[in-house]
């Protein structure tokens, strides 16, 4: 018993620290990081950035799709890390998605209404672009292609390109790759893992006693082993509810059978600051990822599902199935992993633990964040170098 005692003590003062280097280091250097700020970083319009002056290493991230936009904070706190001014360009969608990064006077963000505002803008665009450190195009796809070769952006040295699905990067991008300027989600075959799991300040809090799980809506997803798990843990008289978040027309409240509608919580649209919210004050992540799912395989090959970012970035154990388990780093120590289909049974472990087992999967979990963490760096180190002096450790 004494043992015990010791032993659950000494977790939660591991968690403690923890959370105390979470919110005072957390490997985000500047003083500015420590306190979730009220103000949004101050939106500017196209306008002004056709009328900016570019101040010396600065980086421009460029994103004219109306997705993705997620993954901006996180590659904006790399490159913080490593000492250079940040301008970001994003698709009006977007702007909401660093709402969480507080205002800084090393990052400015600027906002476009209509991809016209681009085209009908080229020249002016280029010579803007072309006084860039280096430009991040962070979605690179067949749509996103047409947009940049206008803009000249596969002709600069200064280019770099992420692919969130490593199948469009054909073989025209050899050299780049040789070039080390194609950056990847995930541990691929080819190009460099930056993974940009970071999404602001987070504050970690205890498990709910009402245990939450949270779950992306995506189509081609198959949910029917999720809905039978529900129902056995609804029939069993677990107090728990499912959140999901995302536009899914086969997958919402009326496709969920009346016996275990009350279980669900669905949000269709939210503003990225909504999803972090909701993610924050979840217990656990459900990678509804399918072995036998031909599209599903294709995200321990050649793509990331974006769930796996929210784990890290909100230190969120993830609910996922073995065969996934190890590509995203994922093991029993830091995750609840489930093998033939048993989904229930780990959606019941996650209900039933204490805790003190749950800050252990965290903390566990945090190691994984700081192993891409550094990993991330380095990569990113091949291409671009570090200006100024932060620790990173």
Not at 185 to 206: H, R, W
Not at 267 to 287: G, P
Request: proline residues 2%; aromatic residues 14%; positive net charge.
């Amino acid at each position: 018993m004494v043992k015990k005692l010791i032993k659950n003590n000494i977790i939660i003062l591991i968690l403690i620290l923890l959370i105390k280097f979470h919110n005072h280091s957390q490997q985000y250097t500047h003083k500015k990081f420590l306190i979730r700020s009220k103000n949004h970083l101050i939106k500017r319009k196209f306008n002004e950035f056709l009328n900016t002056t570019i101040k010396n290493n600065t980086i421009l991230i460029l994103e004219i799709k109306s997705y993705h936009h997620e993954c901006i904070p996180g590659f904006m706190k790399y490159l913080f890390d490593l000492g250079y001014n940040i301008d970001i360009l994003v698709y009006k969608t977007g702007f909401d998605a660093v709402s969480w990064f507080p205002e800084n006077k090393k990052v400015r963000l600027f906002i476009i209404d209509k991809i016209s505002q681009v085209l009908s803008n080229i020249k002016n665009v280029i010579s803007i672009i072309k006084k860039y450190k280096f430009v991040l195009l962070q979605t690179m796809d067949k749509m996103s292609l047409k947009v940049y070769e206008k803009l000249e952006l596969l002709k600069f040295n200064n280019t770099i390109f992420v692919f969130h699905e490593l199948s469009n990067a054909d073989i025209n991008y050899y050299k780049y790759f040789i070039q080390n300027r194609i950056w990847t989600l995930g541990n691929f075959s080819k190009g460099l893992q930056v993974n940009p799991f970071y999404f602001g300040d987070i504050k970690l809090t205890d498990k709910n006693n009402k245990t939450r799980f949270f779950v992306t809506s995506t189509t081609k997803r198959n949910y029917t082993n999720l809905l039978k798990s529900v129902q056995s843990l609804k029939n069993e008289k677990f107090n728990f509810e499912v959140i999901v978040i995302g536009r899914n027309k086969f997958f919402n409240i009326t496709s969920v059978p009346k016996t275990i509608q009350s279980i669900f919580i669905f949000k269709q649209r939210v503003t990225y600051s909504e999803l972090y919210k909701t993610v924050e004050n979840s217990d656990f992540i459900i990678l509804t990822l399918n072995p036998e799912s031909k599209n599903d395989n294709l995200y321990r090959k050649s793509k990331v599902t974006g769930s796996a970012q929210l784990s890290y970035g909100f230190l969120k154990p993830c609910i996922i199935a073995q065969e996934f388990a190890y590509f995203y780093n994922f093991d029993d120590k830091n995750s609840l992993i489930y093998n033939h289909f048993n989904l229930y049974s780990a959606m019941k472990k996650a209900i039933l633990l204490n805790n003190n087992e749950y800050k252990q999967l965290r903390i566990n979990l945090y190691k994984i964040r700081k192993k891409l963490y550094s990993i991330s760096i380095k990569n990113i180190k091949k291409l671009i170098p570090e200006i100024s002096h932060f620790n990173l450790a």
